[in-house]
């Protein structure tokens, strides 16, 4: 299944053409070089995830990250694994494609999800301009993530809080919050009448081309318009394995060739004070895949097969439309209110899943051809409004920032195809469709006394939900309940400056998670298997309690960051074997029930140098640990932490800004057995050795409008696997271990041009 090979030889032609490009009048993209140095005392970068208002990010009283498009692109990420590759304590699962028809789905979700500080999935809140990205949904053979929703080259800027953030946006912030702000024409054009870019990449770890155009201009008199456009074309990611040929030893990545497009068009009136923005989104993307480790004989009862497999193919597609309609005021700081924000959008999102499995029957067991297709829909009308208003009061500076969102979503999915299982009827769901209301109010304020010194961030939010399933014909015989809560989620952080370089920090903040449709009202029946799986109406949201404290040194050339946290999620919702001995007259039954509490505790720690003599150095570093709490108080080591990692850097950037380079190494430590858990059924899981790997990045402005960037990553073609990509593999199964390695020596080019 390998694509034309022509795509080297395109990505050439494309930079080539790029090149020799001529150089148009004055760059209408101001020059971004100084924000894409490390953060010291001078970084003028403003975020507002941590707080509801603009705070310099060397003075917010928690722990975030923030890329830059000028960072992303010089990173020469494509994907967000690319986008966390240098960021500790944050990860994207990507394990390799060896999924089933029916049974099996790993890898099926390609980049599944952020997991932040060891928790992740619907646990972490994503949200793009604002608006809040669909779930994420697994189910049997089944898997689909949320890592395609936002393509990383239609992005301007990226913040990542670690900790809960429902005191401020509500469920899903329960670990953290990963927020992604695209493009408006101003920052294409500044003050020009009509500018843009355009960029090609191609990347040799999966075959990538990638070609981004975008464009914005000045329509006449406030108003303006942008549209942004990016195509790209890729393959099977590569990996280490040495075994090729079919059936589950097969190491070797199967064959995959995929596509995705993103639009992004936006269109803007704005006199200074107000600003009214139409923004249309559209998301893409394909990925085939002949499943080779699939193939051969199957074994059900015994030892002798009972048909064998001849072929699995798949098609693997998911879609987001997005429209949004919002108004800005901004103020002066001395107005009653000085900005307010309204939004009102609607997205639809769908994962569409497809199998095709041929087989040849063996024995007298039947086995005909066999087609699986499973979707995953979320439609969604919804509406954000907040405000801010500065005011002095009893000597003490106040900044309040309150508002509020509401969202009304459809969700449904799908399980179809031919020759069902025993006791199955084609077509039907693992949940009825359900319309699922979320919302809340929040009240924030930054307090600023002392002259300054001491600023303290509170925060509550007031939080509900319904769940109202419909009475689905395709669930013939179930009775579906609904289900309403509401929460109050505080969140108090503080700042204290010693000098004016050093800081000390704290955060304290409270998070929850609704619990989803198909928790709720989760029902499969297979009483011949000896199982079936039942609703749980009585379900509670998850909830976390976290600690943070640290301190921070910012100088003019050099900066430092060291915090510990500790956080306490309870209620954590997992599906459990509730009742019965596995047969067919005393079936067990599967529910999903609040059984686990988790505590995980940790440290980090980052450091940045920039030399008014071009040097620029960094270093960060994670380390955490966490345990699952049984009802009866047994500890159990929890899988989605990841080992200590840390990543270092040594560069240098022009002073001009027109070239330069980065020597990254990273290291990921080998996972302590005492912080291992049993595998599923017993035994050890596999614990990949610890590895090192070299990096190295460089650019080149060519002209004010030309600018080429090259890397070359895994340097030393080190054979490397991450923990988080092969967590759940036992050791018996080790030796297929080969599969979840990443990438060997590789490269990746870009050139763009800007007009």
């Known amino acids: 299944m390998k694509r034309q090979t022509a795509t080297t030889s395109l990505a050439a032609l494309a930079v080539a053409l790029l090149a020799a490009a001529p150089a148009s009048a004055d760059t209408a993209i101001e020059d971004t070089a100084e924000e894409a140095a490390p953060q010291v005392k001078d970084d003028p970068t403003i975020v507002v995830t941590a707080t509801r208002t603009p ?48 049974f099996g789905s790993t890898g099926r979700a390609r980049n599944e999800d952020f997991v932040i500080r060891g928790i992740g999935g619907n646990r972490v809140l994503i949200q793009v301009d604002g608006i809040r990205s669909p779930q994420g949904f697994a189910f049997g053979a089944q898997d689909a993530g949320r890592g395609g929703f936002a393509d990383v080259s239609l992005v301007k800027s990226v913040e990542i809080l670690r900790g809960p953030a429902s005191a401020l946006y509500g469920s899903d912030g329960l670990a953290g919050a990963v927020s992604f702000t695209t ?31 975008t464009m914005a201009g000045k329509i006449g008199g406030n108003l303006s318009a942008m549209i942004a456009y990016t195509s790209r074309d890729f393959e099977e990611l590569e990996n280490q394995g040495e075994i090729g040929g079919v059936g589950e030893t097969r190491t070797e990545p199967n064959p995959q060739i995929g596509r995705s497009d993103a639009v992004l068009g936006k269109l803007v009136w704005d006199n200074g004070t107000h600003r009214v923005r139409l923004t249309g989104e559209y998301l893409d993307a394909e990925v085939r895949t002949e499943v080779l480790t699939a193939l051969g004989p199957t074994f059900l009862f015994g030892p002798a097969p009972v048909w064998t497999v001849d072929a699995l193919n798949a098609r693997d597609t998911n879609e987001r439309v997005r429209a949004s309609l919002d108004w800005t005021y901004d103020g002066d700081a001395d107005d009653a209110i000085e900005y307010a924000f309204l939004s009102a959008y609607w997205q639809d999102a769908e994962d569409r899943q497809f199998a095709f499995e041929e087989r040849t029957q063996l024995g007298f067991i039947p086995a ?26 009893g000597g003490m500076r106040h900044q309040v920032a309150f508002g509020g969102d ?132 009585d379900l509670r949201p998850e909830t976390s309690e976290s600690f943070e404290a640290g301190a921070r040194y910012t100088a003019d050339v050099f900066s430092v960051q060291v915090v510990g946290f500790k956080g306490d999620y309870d209620d954590f919702i997992s599906q459990q074997v509730i009742s019965g001995s596995f047969t067919p007259q005393d079936p067990a039954v599967f529910q999903f029930v609040n059984f686990d509490s988790v505590e995980i505790e940790g440290l980090e720690a980052r450091a940045d140098l920039k030399l008014d003599n071009g040097i620029t150095g960094r270093f960060a570093m994670a380390y955490a640990k966490g345990d699952v709490i049984a009802p009866d108080g047994t500890r159990t080591p929890l899988d989605t932490i990841d080992p200590y990692n840390l990543v270092a850097g040594l560069g240098y950037r022009d002073p001009a800004g027109r070239f330069g380079g980065e020597l990254i190494v990273t290291h990921n430590a080998r996972k302590d057995a005492e912080d291992t858990p049993p595998a599923p059924g017993g035994g050890e899981l596999f614990r990949p050795e610890a590895f090192t790997i070299v990096d190295l990045t460089a650019f080149v402005e060519v002209t004010d409008a030309i600018k080429l960037r090259a890397g070359i990553f895994n340097l030393t073609d080190e054979r490397y696997i991450y923990w988080s990509d092969v967590r759940g593999l036992s050791v018996a199964d080790s030796g297929i271990a080969g599969a979840f390695t990443r990438p060997g020596r590789n490269f990746s080019l870009s050139a763009s041009f800007q007009f």
Do not use: C, M
């Open 368 to 393: 005909p051809d066999r087609e699986r297709l499973n979707t995953f829909e979320n439609r969604v009308y919804g509406a954000v409004g907040e405000a801010r208003s500065s005011f002095t009061l």
């Open 406 to 537: 509401v969202s009304f979503t459809r969700q449904e999915g799908v399980r179809d195809g031919t020759f069902p299982g025993r006791g199955e009827t084609f077509p039907t769901r693992a949940f009825p469709v359900t319309d699922f209301t979320l919302g809340g109010l929040f009240l924030s304020d930054e307090i600023t006394f002392a002259d300054g010194a001491v600023k303290l961030f509170p925060a509550l939010r007031f939080d509900f939900y319904d769940l109202d399933p419909t009475d689905d014909p395709l669930l013939v015989g179930f009775q579906p309940e609904g289900q309403s809560d509401s929460r109050l989620s505080p969140k108090l952080g503080v700042t204290v400056n010693l000098t004016d370089e050093f800081l000390l920090f704290g955060n304290y903040a409270q998070g929850f998670l609704a619990p989803t449709p198909s928790q709720v009202n989760n029902f499969f029946q297979f009483p011949a298997g000896g199982y079936i799986s039942a609703p749980n109406p």
């Open 55 to 102: 705070v310099k990010i060397q003075e917010v009283p928690a722990t975030v990250t923030v890329f830059t498009d000028e960072e992303i692109a010089d990173q020469l990420a494509t994907d967000i694994k690319d986008l966390v590759r240098f960021e500790p304590g944050v990860t994207v699962r990507r394990a390799p494609a060896r999924f089933g028809a029916a």
């Open 183 to 213: 493009s408006d024409p101003v920052d294409l054009i500044g003050a020009d009448d009509f500018g843009g870019f355009v960029s090609s990449q191609y990347s040799s770890e999966d075959e990538e081309f990638a070609l981004t155009a």
